[in-house]
């Protein structure tokens, strides 16, 4: 519970007290995380073999804090799940189970031994959530051996890490304190969606539909969790507030730089109006013919990655000839791990074909990947600069240069409002790595072509939000002129 408090307080309203009907069917992908981060926490168990484990009656926690207890006073090595259980305020009862309970030198209650607790976690970052969880393993242990451990320590993707429980009691603190006001209201605490946390919530579906039916100003991209306070002591909780007051207040209020309250002035006009708006900078379109090029023949480029292998498996390119107006597209792929290398010349030789050619692509992942990939196999005399200087993000120019009335500017909701539909409804980013995962698995076919027909998409996609950006800036470039 603590773990998602950390991430979003609604949530802990809503674990305890919603209906669980209203949860979204977990995604393929949220699946594949739960049984990767299960793989992660058995490698790292078995370094620790053997171990000792607590037996008692499933959720018969008063139990499984008995027989616990028994195995520290027993002196384990190492304990897999112990329960721990103490007396929190006003009846309440804390409970933690951490992975690994692990015996240390020292004096306790106990005797001249005491425990350290582990907790292992499938993420790179010592993100705040896991020390979090850390620190109350501690401090339940702390009440019940009669010493505090020195740290807690974290096992993470890569890394161990100790937790300073110094800093972190007084969080965690702060964090139960919180925890016992939002479970006992009557009410959750209000929706705010935020893409970053609610992506992998079951309770999105829910959640949004809350946040639909009151116009939630969060679903206004640019309405971060630290500004929406700000925006509501200046009485701004509808879209039409926000899109008619005066930036400098705004920019005031916000202790912001000026553009940055201008850009949500200008999202929130969008919105209400329900069209693009043109950023203008002292009356001028933001963007010049040259950043947007149109030639002959442009390509248009998206990568597909496993980051849980660390693998690079599909360059999909593009080729857009507007002498003909024909379309072709070419899937440079790794249908094995090993051809990652192989996919990666295959890709530089197809775009040294169109040496001239402007090579689009959405947010700066392909062009990083390139460079990165260019260090690591080599370039085979391909000039890399010369090449990343034909790179044209089509997604920053169109944030810097027009609001939309979307509530993402991710290339799915641009797209589809600019009137493109992708053949499979529910394809996305994360679908295609499970997609890659099960290619891998089965050798069937049909995963693989699905993954193709999903980059192909997202080429054409992009495609498709350059064409749109280049006629709706004719009209302005054309008064610039
Ligand atoms: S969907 Fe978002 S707002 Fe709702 S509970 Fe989950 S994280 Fe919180």
Same mark, same amino acid.
């Given at each position: 519970? !603590?773990?998602q408090?950390?991430?979003?307080r609604?949530?802990?309203?809503l674990?305890n007290y919603?209906d669980?009907?209203?949860?979204?069917?977990?995604?393929?992908?949220?699946?594949?995380?739960r049984?990767d981060?299960?793989e992660?926490r058995?490698?790292?168990l078995?370094?620790f073999?053997p171990?000792?484990?607590p037996?008692?009656?499933h959720?018969?926690w008063?139990?499984g804090a008995?027989?616990?207890?028994?195995?520290?006073?027993e002196?384990?090595d190492?304990?897999?799940?112990?329960? !721990?259980?103490t007396?929190?305020?006003?009846?309440?009862?804390y409970?933690?189970?951490p992975d690994?309970?692990?015996?240390?030198?020292g004096?306790?209650?106990l005797?001249?031994?005491?425990?350290k607790p582990?907790t292992v976690?499938?993420g790179k970052k010592?993100?705040p959530e896991y020390?979090l969880?850390?620190?109350?393993?501690?401090? !339940?242990l702390?009440e019940?051996?009669?010493v505090w451990?020195d740290?807690?320590?974290?096992?993470?993707k890569?890394?161990q890490?100790?937790?300073?429980l110094e800093?972190y009691v007084?969080k965690?603190?702060?964090?139960?304190d919180d925890?016992?006001?939002?479970?006992?209201?009557?009410e959750? @605490?209000?929706?705010?969606?935020?893409?970053?946390?609610?992506?992998l919530?079951?309770? /999105?579906?829910?959640c949004y539909?809350k946040?639909k039916?009151?116009n939630h100003?969060?679903?206004?991209?640019?309405?971060t969790?630290?500004?929406?306070p700000?925006l509501?002591?200046?009485?701004l909780t509808?879209?039409e507030a926000?899109?008619d007051i005066?930036s400098?207040?705004?920019?005031?209020?916000?202790?912001?730089?000026?553009?940055?309250?201008e850009? /949500?002035?200008?999202?929130a006009q969008?919105?209400?109006r329900?069209?693009?708006?043109?950023?203008?900078?002292?009356?001028y379109? @933001?963007?010049e013919?040259?950043?947007v090029?149109?030639?002959?023949?442009?390509?248009?480029?998206?990568?597909?990655?496993a @980051?849980d292998?660390?693998?690079?498996?599909?360059?999909?390119?593009?080729v857009?000839n507007?002498?003909?107006?024909e379309?072709?597209?070419?899937?440079?792929?790794?249908?094995a @791990?090993?051809?990652?290398?192989?996919a990666?010349?295959?890709f /530089?030789? /197809?775009v040294e074909?169109y040496?001239?050619a402007?090579?689009?692509?959405f947010?700066?992942?392909?062009?990083?990947?390139?460079?990165?990939?260019g260090?690591?196999?080599?370039?085979d005399?391909v000039d890399i600069n010369? !090449?990343?200087n034909r790179?044209?993000?089509i997604? +920053?120019r169109i944030?810097?240069?027009?609001a939309?009335?979307?509530e993402s500017?991710?290339? +799915?909701?641009?797209?589809?409002?600019?009137?493109?539909?992708?053949?499979d409804e529910d394809?996305?980013?994360?679908q295609s790595i499970?997609?890659?995962?099960?290619?891998?698995e089965?050798?069937?076919?049909t995963?693989?072509?699905t993954i193709?027909r999903y980059?192909?998409?997202?080429?054409q996609?992009?495609y498709?939000?350059k064409d749109?950006?280049?006629?709706?800036?004719q009209?302005?470039w054309?008064?610039?002129?």
């Amino acid at each position: 519970m !603590l773990f998602q408090y950390r991430r979003c307080r609604r949530r802990t309203y809503l674990d305890n007290y919603a209906d669980p009907e209203l949860k979204d069917p977990p995604s393929d992908y949220f699946v594949k995380l739960r049984q990767d981060s299960a793989e992660h926490r058995q490698d790292i168990l078995s370094q620790f073999a053997p171990l000792s484990r607590p037996t008692y009656e499933h959720h018969n926690w008063e139990a499984g804090a008995d027989a616990t207890y028994r195995l520290m006073r027993e002196g384990a090595d190492t304990i897999h799940r112990g329960v !721990l259980v103490t007396e929190g305020p006003d009846g309440t009862c804390y409970r933690s189970e951490p992975d690994l309970l692990v015996k240390q030198a020292g004096n306790s209650w106990l005797g001249s031994w005491y425990y350290k607790p582990y907790t292992v976690k499938f993420g790179k970052k010592q993100k705040p959530e896991y020390q979090l969880v850390a620190t109350f393993s501690a401090y !339940l242990l702390a009440e019940i051996q009669g010493v505090w451990p020195d740290t807690a320590e974290l096992f993470l993707k890569n890394k161990q890490y100790s937790v300073n429980l110094e800093r972190y009691v007084p969080k965690l603190q702060e964090a139960l304190d919180d925890c016992h006001e939002i479970m006992a209201s009557d009410e959750p @605490p209000e929706v705010f969606i935020s893409r970053n946390r609610c992506s992998l919530c079951p309770w /999105l579906g829910h959640c949004y539909a809350k946040a639909k039916s009151v116009n939630h100003l969060s679903l206004l991209p640019g309405v971060t969790l630290p500004r929406y306070p700000t925006l509501v002591d200046l009485g701004l909780t509808t879209v039409e507030a926000l899109a008619d007051i005066d930036s400098a207040i705004l920019t005031d209020a916000l202790g912001t730089e000026h553009h940055i309250s201008e850009k /949500l002035i200008y999202q929130a006009q969008a919105t209400a109006r329900g069209t693009a708006v043109p950023r203008m900078h002292s009356g001028y379109f @933001p963007i010049e013919p040259h950043q947007v090029p149109t030639t002959d023949i442009e390509l248009y480029f998206d990568i597909e990655a496993a @980051p849980d292998k660390d693998l690079i498996y599909l360059h999909g390119v593009l080729v857009v000839n507007n002498n003909n107006q024909e379309k072709t597209f070419h899937a440079l792929i790794a249908e094995a @791990p090993e051809e990652e290398e192989k996919a990666w010349f295959e890709f /530089l030789a /197809l775009v040294e074909r169109y040496p001239d050619a402007p090579v689009y692509h959405f947010c700066p992942y392909e062009a990083q990947t390139v460079a990165r990939l260019g260090q690591l196999y080599g370039t085979d005399g391909v000039d890399i600069n010369k !090449l990343l200087n034909r790179f044209v993000d089509i997604h +920053k120019r169109i944030v810097d240069s027009v609001a939309l009335p979307v509530e993402s500017y991710a290339l +799915k909701h641009l797209a589809r409002w600019m009137g493109f539909e992708w053949r499979d409804e529910d394809a996305n980013g994360a679908q295609s790595i499970c997609w890659y995962a099960d290619w891998l698995e089965t050798g069937d076919r049909t995963h693989l072509n699905t993954i193709l027909r999903y980059n192909e998409d997202d080429c054409q996609a992009t495609y498709r939000v350059k064409d749109w950006l280049v006629k709706f800036a004719q009209p302005f470039w054309q008064s610039n002129a």
